[in-house]
């Protein structure tokens, strides 16, 4: 009875002297490959995703552009396209030569869209340039030739053929003069003030006879106004037969 004991007791007990260590070991090496493809490259593919989609947002919103001119209106000759400074407003307006009521009514509803047009086609010889003008305005607006002739306004009509810049300024008041140099070069300046005679748009534009092209430049200093009001905008605007 003693020998069955004591063999029973052997039997319980497994004695474990030959493991080999270095097998072990490659065990542990071997689940970390598998630690890596199962936690690193999921995350690592999540945060590419999101990156990806980041950028494809990011990317779709500064391609929105506010639709300023839906229609064109038939009194346009040509049109041209300019997206305005980003820092302010990101949009597009039209170079167009219009008086049409009409288009300027449906430009009501667009907050920051209200064109300005100088039209030369009611240009008389006088030098007076009447300007395209509606009720949504609060300007008090006139285009003055200092010392011009019928010479120089059959000049403007020549090379402008009825085309004018356009330009957003919002409850504004001011008068417009149109100079020329000795140099053939010829410009305008426009001040507008708020109701208590505050200035807080200030545009200079020159255009240069020799190639045709208008500098622009629009800056804001009236601490009322803001990106959803007014904009800068610093271009040179090329025309056709530049």
């Known amino acids: 009875m ?5 063999l029973g007791e052997q039997s319980n007990h497994i004695e474990v002297d030959n493991i080999d260590e270095p097998l072990i070991e490659r065990g542990k090496l ?21 990156l990806t989609l980041a950028a494809i947002v990011i990317t779709s919103l500064n391609s929105i552009q506010p639709e300023i001119c839906s229609t064109i209106p038939p009194s346009f000759d040509k049109v041209g396209v300019y997206t305005m400074n980003k820092d302010y407003i ?19 509803q667009r907050q920051y869209a209200y064109p300005y047009a100088i039209d030369l086609v009611n240009e008389k010889d006088s030098g007076s340039i009447s300007v ?4 949504f305005f609060s300007f008090g607006t006139s285009l003055n030739v200092e ?3 019928e010479k120089f306004t059959n000049t403007i009509r020549q090379r402008l053929q009825v085309l004018q810049f356009g330009y957003i300024v919002l409850d504004a008041g001011g008068t417009e003069v149109l100079s020329i140099d000795s140099e053939g070069k010829f410009s305008t300046s426009f001040l507008a003030t708020d109701a208590q005679g505050v200035e807080y748009a200030r545009v200079y534009r020159t255009f240069i006879a020799l190639n045709e092209k208008w500098v622009v430049e629009l800056y804001k200093t009236h601490p009322k106004i803001n990106a959803q009001t007014y904009f800068h905008l610093a271009a040179v605007i090329s025309y056709a037969n530049s």
């Open 2 to 6: 003693m020998q069955d004991v004591e």
């Open 30 to 50: 071997m689940t970390k490959p598998v630690i890596f493809v199962c936690i690193c490259v999921p995350v690592v593919a999540v945060l590419v995703l999101i």
């Open 90 to 108: 990101s949009g597009k307006f039209y170079i167009y030569s219009s008086n049409d009521t009409n288009y300027f009514a449906s430009m009501k």
């Open 132 to 135: 395209g003008t509606n009720k």
């Open 147 to 149: 010392g011009c002739n």
